[in-house]
């Protein structure tokens, strides 16, 4: 990644992460622990979201619930990419989601606010909204021009700024067709050999039994070899 990229993804995280932490914040000052209430509703709508997805991080089901639980937490905050595939849907799901939360959170606290008309009142409301613009924008211009894939060699990788929704909400598949590949070939072999009547393994051995040998005899002179079988398409002239 160039240092525009990091540069660019420095201040998409940090906008965005900052907007939600003062939503929170200030929200907390007002309210208390009422807002522990909104950050398990969150984490818990995060790691219902996580499961779905059908990660596959871990080797056992208790271990990827562990690690679903321990993303959903990192999820009240910023966004993470899990799996395969186009992320800008998934963007798009996350960001609205918590911008809709935290304008929520602010605007609470700003309307029940015990102490009207303080300094920081209309500024915190500013940083949130703004906050989220600046990062979102930030994050636009980091995808459309210093993500890796747009300086890949292969022009194919390079992300496009129109995807079309059935293609988005597809899953990728990145296997190689059966018929190209080396277990589909060997599978096809296999499959005839049994509709021949013939066992797997013993078209195999036919086809070995065919193999003509040219064995060279020691009496005759260099460079003379005598075919083992005449007429047999490898056999050959002397040159001496």
């Known amino acids: 990644m160039r240092y525009s990229g990091m540069a660019l993804q420095f201040l998409w995280r940090f906008f965005t992460v900052a907007a939600r932490v003062i939503a ?9 622990a009422w807002v522990f209430l909104i950050i398990a509703s969150h984490w818990m709508t995060m790691f219902i979201w996580i499961r779905f997805m059908q990660t596959k991080f871990c080797d056992t089901r208790v271990e990827e619930l562990g690690f679903n639980l321990v993303a959903a937490a990192i ?21 609205c ?27 915190a ?7 989220y613009v600046l990062g979102i924008t930030f994050q636009v ?8 894939n747009n300086f890949a060699e292969d022009k194919s990788k390079a992300i496009r700024t129109w ?23 060997e599978g096809k072999n296999s499959g005839n050999a049994l509709q ?44 001496v």
């Open 24 to 32: 929170l914040a200030l929200f907390a000052a007002r309210f208390k």
């Open 75 to 95: 999820y009240v905050f910023c966004f993470l990419n899990l799996i395969e595939g186009h992320t800008r849907l998934r963007y798009f799901i996350y960001y």
């Open 97 to 123: 989601l918590t911008f809709v939360e935290d304008a929520g959170l602010i605007s609470t606290w700003y309307l029940f606010s015990q102490t009207k008309y303080r300094w920081y009142q209309n500024p």
């Open 125 to 131: 409301i500013c940083a949130v909204f703004i906050g």
């Open 141 to 148: 211009i980091y995808y459309l021009k210093a993500h890796p």
């Open 163 to 185: 995807i079309p929704f059935k293609e988005l909400i597809s899953p990728e598949k990145n296997k190689m067709p059966q018929e190209n590949s080396v277990s589909g070939r």
């Open 196 to 239: 021949n009547g013939d066992a797997p393994g013993e078209r195999s051995q036919q086809n070995l039994t065919n193999v003509q040998v040219e064995i060279p005899d020691p009496a005759e002179p260099a460079g003379y070899h005598t075919p083992l079988m005449q007429g047999s398409p490898h056999s050959r002239e002397s040159s």
